[in-house]
């Protein structure tokens, strides 16, 4: 045997450490094999050219950003995939801005990007993404995050320009449009939603020598301002808002069926919480945000999204869940449910003190049509009840109005988040906003906001009577502003006292 043929064979070389995943099985790469998977496709294109719901709205939104904005090419990522474990991506779901601009839904389009460019009167608007590959080409049976043969067709370009109704281009062409001409237009980067797009204008900005620091003012006034745009709803948003609160109460009538099921379950936050998501993705995109599915003292963590509890005869429940619509819109409603059915003689009378702190803040929102109302007067109708229930119940040290000034405070100890909050395509929507466009703005029709006061009284607290501890409530219900007062969207869920134990018993 010759040296030749005795030697061994030489180990094959490892790729780069990002790209040995792609290494994990054995892809065919054989002339034979490529050209045998790109032949015999129908690839009659498989996308629907019908206008999205959102497309007869979209212009006039596009157009308030280019008027605010002339004469500068303005940048709004979609976002990035994430990853949420080795080479399984978290579900995509692009940023609330893009959404509100181009009206897409549900997981759409990653890695895109809806780029403003000034004309001479306005802007001509274009979409950059990643249309349908060819099934010659290597995406389409080896990509396993865009290939089409890993994940379904992707659209091709006449149909989303059907779709949106703007021009769209593909996404290999958006690193020249976005970065061109720097040194004589001026640009604003939608920032915090696409790495890739931020890196390569910064690069361009650096090359021009670009004012950095100005620059990056110019991109928070534009985020603020597509932020602010949001404060008011149209008439589509608040119709996909009815439909998020619809689906939510679905889930709801869902979680409080299962409470038999919690009961018996060493784990009953997790049976709640999972009667709610399946209602949620079954009928919507799935839920808006964690939920909150929490029993006893749990009730008493504000975030409480481990739900890992059990859930015991006696306690309170509390659940704080909304569902997405497949337009992005969601709702955020929450009950605080006896799981036996009925309040004890404590409960009820902390569930009654939350309650009237809630009707009170609906009462005032409803003042704006006959005179000016802040949106931070919702929140103080609520602490008004809040601390004189609290000295009811004699656990405040001071009087109430020594409690309610800004030297006292004394009541938020057992309240110390907010009454309200903007709601949209965003659970707290609008949070951009500036704090005179926010707190301190007029209410106005079209606005959609939550109320929601609670009590909390954790088992540590040696503060309140033992009877007290290990009770949490809190009541939230979806408002709308409108021209004759304020509608609440979820009126449909039971709310008072009676009405929750009734809903109780009938399940059980």
């Given at each position: 045997?010759?040296?030749?043929?005795?030697?061994?064979?030489?180990?094959?070389?490892?790729?780069?450490?990002?790209?040995?995943?792609?290494?994990?099985?054995?892809?065919?790469?054989?002339?034979?094999?490529?050209?045998f998977?790109?032949?015999?496709w129908?690839?009659?294109?498989?996308?629907?050219?019908?206008?999205?719901p959102?497309?007869?709205w979209?212009?006039?939104?596009?157009?308030?950003?280019?008027?605010?904005f002339?004469?500068?090419?303005?940048v709004?990522p979609?976002?990035?995939?994430k990853?949420r474990?080795?080479?399984?991506?978290?579900?995509?779901?692009?940023?609330?801005?893009?959404?509100?601009?181009?009206?897409?839904?549900?997981?759409?389009e990653?890695?895109s990007?809806?780029?403003?460019?000034?004309?001479?009167?306005?802007?001509?608007?274009?979409?950059?993404?990643?249309?349908?590959?060819?099934?010659?080409?290597?995406?389409?049976?080896?990509?396993?995050?865009?290939?089409?043969?890993?994940?379904?067709?992707?659209?091709?370009?006449?149909?989303?320009?059907?779709?949106?109704?703007?021009?769209?281009?593909?996404i290999?062409?958006a690193p020249?449009?976005?970065?061109?001409d720097?040194?004589?237009?001026?640009?604003r980067?939608?920032?915090g939603?696409?790495?890739?797009?931020?890196?390569?204008?910064?690069?361009?900005?650096?090359?021009?020598?670009?004012d950095?620091?100005v620059?990056?003012?110019?991109?928070?006034?534009?985020?603020?301002?597509?932020?602010?745009?949001?404060?008011?709803?149209?008439?589509?948003?608040?119709g996909?808002?009815?439909?998020?609160?619809?689906?939510?109460?679905?889930g709801?009538?869902?979680?409080?069926?299962?409470?038999?099921?919690?009961?018996?379950?060493?784990?009953?936050?997790?049976?709640?919480?999972?009667?709610?998501?399946?209602?949620?993705?079954?009928?919507?995109?799935?839920?808006?945000?964690?939920?909150?599915?929490?029993?006893?003292?749990?009730?008493?963590?504000?975030?409480?999204?481990?739900n890992t509890?059990?859930?015991?005869?006696?306690?309170?429940v509390?659940?704080?869940?909304?569902?997405?619509?497949?337009?992005?819109?969601t709702?955020?409603?929450t009950?605080?449910?006896?799981?036996?059915g009925?309040?004890?003689?404590?409960?009820?009378?902390?569930?009654?003190?939350?309650?009237?702190?809630?009707?009170?803040?609906?009462?005032?929102?409803?003042?704006?049509?006959h005179?000016?109302?802040r949106?931070?007067?919702?929140?103080d109708?609520?602490?008004?009840?809040?601390?004189?229930?609290?000295?009811?119940?004699?656990?405040?040290?001071?009087s109430?109005?020594?409690?309610?000034?800004?030297?006292?405070?004394?009541?938020?100890?057992?309240?110390?988040?907010?009454?309200?909050?903007?709601?949209?395509?965003?659970?707290?929507?609008?949070?951009?906003?500036?704090?005179?466009?926010?707190?301190?703005a007029?209410?106005?029709?079209?606005m959609?906001?939550?109320?929601?006061?609670?009590?909390?009284?954790?088992?540590?607290?040696?503060?309140?009577?033992?009877?007290?501890?290990?009770?949490g409530?809190?009541?939230?219900?979806?408002?709308?502003?409108?021209?004759?007062?304020?509608?609440?969207l979820?009126?449909?869920?039971?709310?008072?006292r009676?009405?929750?134990?009734?809903?109780?018993?009938?399940?059980?």
């Amino acid at each position: 045997m010759t040296t030749e043929e005795s030697a061994p064979a030489p180990a094959p070389s490892d790729p780069p450490l990002e790209e040995r995943v792609n290494t994990r099985s054995r892809r065919p790469q054989s002339a034979a094999f490529r050209d045998f998977i790109a032949s015999g496709w129908d690839r009659t294109s498989a996308g629907d050219p019908t206008p999205l719901p959102a497309s007869a709205w979209t212009p006039a939104r596009r157009a308030a950003v280019s008027a605010r904005f002339p004469g500068e090419r303005l940048v709004i990522p979609a976002g990035n995939l994430k990853v949420r474990s080795n080479d399984t991506d978290y579900v995509f779901r692009a940023h609330s801005a893009f959404i509100h601009l181009t009206g897409l839904e549900t997981d759409s389009e990653p890695d895109s990007v809806l780029v403003f460019e000034p004309t001479d009167d306005g802007h001509e608007q274009t979409f950059y993404f990643r249309p349908r590959a060819g099934a010659d080409t290597e995406e389409f049976f080896s990509d396993a995050r865009y290939g089409e043969y890993w994940v379904g067709p992707r659209e091709d370009l006449p149909t989303m320009e059907a779709k949106l109704g703007i021009a769209c281009r593909d996404i290999r062409e958006a690193p020249e449009a976005i970065a061109k001409d720097l040194g004589s237009v001026s640009v604003r980067l939608l920032r915090g939603a696409d790495t890739v797009v931020e890196a390569q204008i910064e690069t361009a900005r650096t090359q021009v020598a670009a004012d950095l620091e100005v620059s990056r003012a110019g991109d928070d006034e534009l985020a603020q301002h597509l932020s602010e745009m949001r404060l008011i709803k149209d008439e589509y948003e608040i119709g996909e808002l009815r439909r998020a609160v619809d689906i939510t109460r679905a889930g709801f009538d869902s979680v409080v069926a299962s409470l038999p099921r919690a009961l018996a379950h060493t784990r009953g936050e997790r049976v709640i919480e999972t009667a709610f998501a399946l209602a949620a993705r079954a009928d919507g995109n799935g839920v808006g945000y964690d939920t909150i599915a929490a029993a006893g003292d749990h009730a008493c963590t504000l975030h409480w999204i481990k739900n890992t509890g059990a859930v015991a005869p006696g306690d309170l429940v509390l659940v704080d869940a909304g569902a997405e619509a497949d337009s992005l819109y969601t709702a955020d409603v929450t009950r605080t449910l006896p799981v036996s059915g009925t309040f004890t003689p404590v409960q009820a009378r902390i569930y009654d003190a939350v309650l009237e702190a809630a009707d009170a803040a609906f009462a005032v929102a409803a003042e704006h049509v006959h005179r000016t109302v802040r949106f931070g007067e919702v929140h103080d109708a609520a602490m008004r009840v809040i601390a004189h229930r609290l000295a009811d119940f004699g656990l405040l040290p001071v009087s109430p109005e020594v409690a309610l000034a800004p030297t006292g405070q004394q009541h938020r100890r057992w309240m110390v988040h907010g009454t309200s909050h903007h709601l949209g395509l965003d659970v707290h929507d609008c949070a951009q906003a500036r704090a005179e466009m926010y707190l301190g703005a007029e209410l106005r029709e079209g606005m959609v906001f939550t109320i929601e006061p609670g009590l909390y009284f954790k088992v540590a607290d040696m503060l309140v009577p033992e009877e007290f501890r290990g009770i949490g409530v809190r009541i939230e219900d979806d408002v709308l502003v409108t021209a004759d007062g304020v509608e609440n969207l979820s009126a449909g869920f039971p709310r008072t006292r009676t009405e929750v134990e009734a809903w109780v018993q009938g399940a059980q």
